[in-house]
T-cell receptor, first 120, second 110 residues
């Protein structure tokens, strides 16, 4: 089946530095990808929608200057956490879905393995 | 605003003890309801997509059903390896992003 690959799976960085997380769709093209954040024992919260060739759409309360999203190709989206602080420590997960040409509904939505970010 | 509520929050079963997880939703224009399994420290693993009331899908010991207000994930004769958090999510209206429920943490004891 379709696979979404996310890298790195974990990263530890110092406060004030930036971290880049990559999300790739391995065997399908994704014009749209999604970035979620998950706190311990909580569900996934959408951060932003990544659109190939255009600006990302951010959810209310998500700082676009802090969480930079680039979707330069049909198979790659990146999330850069800039000037990271300890409160940015979390589990970040990307997603891409396959859309039915006939119905325009998403038939399957796949997630990456997630990235555990720890800011010290 | 789309709302997804899962119950119970946690469930402990003995191996072989069948049960059901519930996902109730309030959305405008359901386009799809998705079920996922998530193991600790990993991304969600896709299980099913349901589109309309009355639809059912099965995969091994899991069966998902859908009505106009809720979905059930039935687990038949579960095994310890079925232990995980099961997430329900909806896609509705013109929005492609999924709205997730809080999940059900399932523990199956041998």
């Amino acid at each position: 089946g379709a696979v979404v690959s996310q890298h790195p799976s974990w990263v530890i960085c110092k406060s004030g530095t930036s971290v880049k997380i990559e999300c790739r769709s391995l065997d399908f093209q994704a014009t749209t990808m999604f970035w979620y954040r998950q706190f311990p024992k909580q569900s996934l919260m959408l951060m932003a929608t990544s659109n190939e060739g255009s600006k990302a759409t951010y959810e209310q309360g998500v700082e676009k200057d802090k969480f930079l999203i680039n979707h330069a190709s049909l198979t790659l989206s990146t999330l850069t956490v800039t000037s990271a602080h300890p409160e940015d420590s979390s589990f970040y997960i990307c997603s891409a879905s396959i859309q039915s040409r006939r119905t325009q509904a998403d038939t399957e939505a796949f997630f990456g393995q997630g990235t555990r970010l720890t800011v010290v | 605003e789309d709302q997804v509520t899962q119950s119970p929050e946690a469930l402990r079963l003995q191996e072989g003890e069948s049960s059901s997880l519930n996902c109730s939703y309030t959305v405008s224009g359901l386009r799809g309801l998705f079920w996922y399994r998530q193991d600790p420290g990993k991304g969600p693993e896709f299980l099913f997509t349901l589109y309309s009331a009355g639809e059912e899908k099965e995969k091994e010991r899991l069966k998902a059903t859908l009505t106009k207000k809720e979905s059930f994930l039935h687990i038949t004769a579960p095994k310890p390896e079925d232990s995980a958090t099961y997430l329900c999510a909806v896609q509705a209206g013109g929005r492609r992003a999924l709205t997730f429920g809080s999940g059900t943490r399932l523990q199956v004891q041998p």
